[in-house]
């Protein structure tokens, strides 16, 4: 099992930026694939990013392609998400997810889940 604990949101003007971290605990980080979730009150929650194990392979939902980048640092057990070119659509809040498996799950279910941080993006 691996616990998750995200930081790194806040406020943020439309076209800023923010690096969102997650770090989990546990020494088999590397055997997870890792995803970064957001959600919006009254809406289901939306699939953003993932990374396999290694970090060399990446997934982007279309709304954040070319603006959100997912990378990972296994040696500090800790998985990212640098936020650019922020809209305000993209306030949520984001959760930081893991799978149990060293690839991407095909349907972007994951196992674990962090408690999130709030991303606003004021216009």
């Known amino acids: 099992q691996v616990q998750l604990v995200e930081s790194g949101g806040g406020l943020v003007q439309a076209g800023g930026s923010l690096r969102l971290s997650c770090a989990a605990s546990?020494?088999?980080?590397?055997?997870?694939?890792m995803g970064w979730f957001r959600q919006v009150p009254g809406k289901e929650r939306e699939f953003v990013a993932a990374i396999n194990w290694s970090g060399g392979s990446t997934d982007y939902a279309n709304s954040v392609k070319g603006r959100f980048t997912i990378s990972r640092d296994n040696a500090k057990n800790t998985v990212y998400l640098q936020m650019s070119s922020l809209k305000p659509e993209d306030t949520a809040v984001y959760y930081c997810?893991?799978?149990?498996?060293?690839?991407?799950?095909?349907?972007?279910?994951?196992?674990?889940w962090g408690q999130g941080t709030q991303v606003t993006v004021s216009s």
């Open positions: 546990g020494r088999t980080f590397s055997r997870y694939a």
């Open positions: 997810a893991a799978n149990d498996g060293f690839a991407i799950p095909v349907r972007r279910q994951f196992d674990y």
